[in-house]
């Protein structure tokens, strides 16, 4: 029996595209990364579901609001018009602002893990990334948004939240912290979510940029951390 979709459920193909871009199962190798936590875990900055909760949503307020939202939306824009040069130019200036060379790492690791997906997927423009120099993750996840049609302001909190997430499975399995804790920290990280994104939409391009010294500090140490689970 054919089956005919009417408006409304047309409309949901954006968030369940949304939610295949977040999934845990996105095979781009998220969770071997803890972005600095493994380190500030062994050395007690972080101990517990309320340090978890001030480094994570610390990070997002100081960091992800000030450089990554607002290089979101000039990448999502650039794809949106077909500017390569400003497209090039962002995805370099955010590389640039990483603290440490394994963050670098991970952000090129990631981003050509996506990128090498998405050419399989039919996105064959992003062939470009595979090879140097590579691009963000940003970038190949702001590009996914744009060809499969995902609001800029949707895409920006599916972000939020991936990256989120990430973060707090980290700390459950570091710290630990049992499941239960760990959903409570996703609940107060869900509340500030949509002010971080729109704070982070609104700025201007000399406002972009931030200092996270814990984070630059805690990720550049963990190269030479004597044990890891984390490769950064």
Not at 93 to 108: I, N, P, T, V
């Amino acid at each position: 029996m054919n089956i005919k979709f009417t408006v409304p459920f047309s409309k949901s193909f954006g968030l369940l595209k949304l939610l295949r871009l977040t999934s845990p199962s996105l095979p781009i190798g998220s969770f071997s990364y803890s972005q600095g936590l493994e380190y500030a875990v062994s050395k007690g900055w972080v101990k517990d579901s309320s340090t978890a909760l001030d480094w994570i949503q610390g990070l997002m307020k100081n960091s992800l609001l000030h450089l990554e939202i607002p290089i979101f939306k000039r990448v999502y824009k650039a794809f949106e018009e077909n500017e390569e040069e400003s497209t090039q130019y962002w995805n370099a200036y955010l590389m640039a602002s990483r603290d440490s060379y394994e963050l670098q790492e991970e952000d090129r690791q990631q981003g050509k893990a996506l990128a090498r997906l998405l050419v399989e997927l039919g996105l064959k423009e992003k062939e470009v990334y595979l090879c140097q120099p590579y691009g963000c993750f940003l970038t190949s996840f702001s590009l996914a948004a744009v060809r499969w049609e995902i609001s800029l302001e949707d895409s920006v909190n599916g972000f939020l939240w991936m990256w989120a997430e990430n973060q707090v499975l980290s700390a459950t399995k570091l710290i630990p912290l049992g499941q239960t804790e760990g959903q409570k920290i996703l609940s107060e990280l869900i509340e500030i979510i949509p002010h971080i994104s729109e704070k982070g939409l609104a700025l201007d391009d000399e406002e972009i940029g931030y200092t996270a010294f814990g984070l630059g500090m805690a990720s550049a140490l963990h190269e030479t951390q004597y044990t890891r689970l984390f490769r950064s």
